[in-house]
């Protein structure tokens, strides 16, 4: 069981960066993948980013392609987001989780939740 803690939002402009982090804890964390999502008040829990076990791979959903980058850090048990450009819409709770089967882009496939971190991009 991996556990994780989520942290490095807050309140910025548009065209500002953000770097999100998530602690994870487990025996397990460096042999599975992670990825993070976000979630806006009133819809579904959106794929970000994943990354695979090594760090030697990573997935990208369509709108944050050139903007973010994930990363991991396997001695540190740390999954990052860098996060430039940003959008308004890109304000939303963003959740680290744990790959356990499946595709890469559902949040079903996905355990181990956080509790998120707040993301605001003002416009």
């Known amino acids: 069981q991996v556990h994780v803690v989520e942290s490095g939002g807050g309140l910025v402009q548009a065209g500002g960066s953000l770097r999100l982090s998530c602690a994870a804890s487990g025996l397990t964390f460096s042999s599975g993948a992670m990825g993070w999502f976000r979630q806006a008040p009133g819809k579904e829990r959106d794929f970000v980013a994943a990354?695979?076990?090594?760090?030697?791979?990573?997935y990208y959903a369509e709108f944050v392609k050139g903007r973010f980058t994930i990363s991991r850090d396997n001695a540190k048990n740390t999954v990052y987001l860098q996060m430039n450009s940003l959008k308004p819409e890109d304000t939303a709770v963003y959740y680290c989780?744990?790959?356990?089967?499946?595709?890469?882009?559902?949040?079903?496939?996905?355990?181990?939740w956080g509790q998120g971190t707040q993301v605001t991009v003002s416009s």
């Open positions: 990354i695979n076990w090594s760090g030697g791979s990573t």
């Open positions: 989780g744990a790959h356990k089967f499946g595709s890469y882009s559902t949040f079903r496939s996905f355990d181990s």
